[in-house]
């Protein structure tokens, strides 16, 4: 069965400055897609950014980018100039063709002024 | 496009009574998928519908039921409400192709005292 292991539940930023959420899967699947979605107090879940399994270039969505390590199954989201509406949990996603989504706990940022 | 919309938003009921939950996708997306958050259990998921048929389920008990109609909307029914129960529900669409990303709804706060 897949899993998404997120070992950070909480860290700590200064604003404006750059933050590396990491996170690990498993999977047997050679096509898959890995996700990274936003959920700030109001709650909503928000896709911040994707990557498919097939793509060896890491996605990039503005201050948000990815490190993607197809053979040690790491996926990690970096922030870059972090500002105040970044903080919120974040939870690392894998999906593939049955389209069920698995989470992983989650990593709870916080942006210090 | 609109979003996803979840109704109702917030909901309290009592224990043993029974509850209904109502997801909208996003025009044009054929997969719901349904999940439930806790603080103890993160996110988990309980099913997924296409096209009217259920397609992935969750480990929940039987009392966790759900149904798609023909123009994609989704109920989500929830039988002899324990405490347990209590958590926020996550309504998600998808178009599944070409990519399996999902866009989440607000969610339903539902409390069972």
């Known amino acids: 069965a897949q899993t998404v292991t997120q070992s950070q539940p909480e860290m700590s930023v200064q604003e404006a400055e750059t933050v590396t959420l990491s996170c690990t899967y498993d999977?047997?699947?050679?096509?898959?897609?890995l996700f990274w979605y936003k959920q700030p107090p109001s709650r909503q879940m928000i896709l911040v950014i994707r990557q498919e399994a097939y793509k060896q270039q890491n996605a990039t969505e503005n201050r948000f980018s990815v490190n993607f390590q197809k053979a040690a199954k790491s996926f990690s989201l970096k922030i870059s100039d972090s500002q105040l509406g970044d903080a919120a949990m974040y939870f690392c996603a894998y999906g593939d063709r049955d389209d069920k989504i698995i989470f992983g706990k989650g990593t709870r940022l916080h942006i210090l002024p | 496009k609109a979003g996803v919309t979840q109704t109702p938003r917030y909901l309290i009921k009592t224990r043993g009574q029974q509850v209904t939950l109502s997801c909208s996708p996003i025009s044009g997306h054929r997969s719901v998928s349904w999940y439930q958050q806790t603080p103890g259990q993160g996110l988990q998921f309980l099913f997924e519908?296409?096209?009217?048929?259920?397609?992935n389920k969750g480990n929940f008990p039987g009392r966790f039921s759900g149904r798609q109609f023909s123009n994609s909307r989704s109920e989500m029914n929830v039988s002899t409400l324990e405490l347990g129960d209590s958590a926020l529900y996550l309504c998600a669409s998808s178009s599944r192709d070409p990519t399996y990303e999902q866009y989440f709804g607000p969610g339903t706060r539902l409390t069972v005292t």
């Open positions: 519908y296409f096209s009217e048929t259920q397609r």
């Open positions: 999977t047997s699947e050679s096509d898959y897609y």
